[in-house]
């Protein structure tokens, strides 16, 4: 089994930067994918960002340019660099890992509120 626990959001104004972490503990070796997901109030789970375990990386139209995913495979942890953020940016955002096989999100974190308000 593979734990996830984000940290790092919050409130912010439009324009602003966050950086949310992800820090995974337990059965690490099965982790090949790890990725950032967020959902707004009434919308779907949209996938943001995801990068492999050899640092490929995929992002949403919406945040190319203004986020950027990197990974520390020495501490486990993924981070999300937020910048220039907007209004639609508000959501709770989850991390999530996948095994090297797999077609699905294996596991996910509890999820962090970012709010990005004036």
């Known amino acids: 089994q593979v734990q996830l626990v984000e940290s790092g959001g919050g409130l912010v104004q439009p324009g602003g930067s966050l950086r949310l972490s992800c820090a995974a503990s337990g059965s690490i070796f099965s982790i090949h994918t790890m990725g950032w997901y967020r959902q707004a109030p009434g919308k779907q789970r949209e996938l943001v960002a995801s990068?492999?375990?050899?640092?490929?990386?995929n992002y949403a139209d919406s945040v190319k340019g203004r986020f950027t995913i990197s990974r520390d495979n020495a501490k486990n942890t993924v981070y999300l660099q937020m910048n220039s953020l907007k209004p639609e940016d508000t959501a709770v955002y989850y991390c999530?890992?996948?095994?090297?096989?797999?077609?699905?999100?294996?596991?996910w974190g509890q999820g962090t509120q970012v709010t990005v308000s004036s």
């Open positions: 999530a890992a996948r095994s090297p096989y797999s077609s699905v999100w294996n596991w």
């Open positions: 990068i492999t375990s050899i640092s490929n990386t």
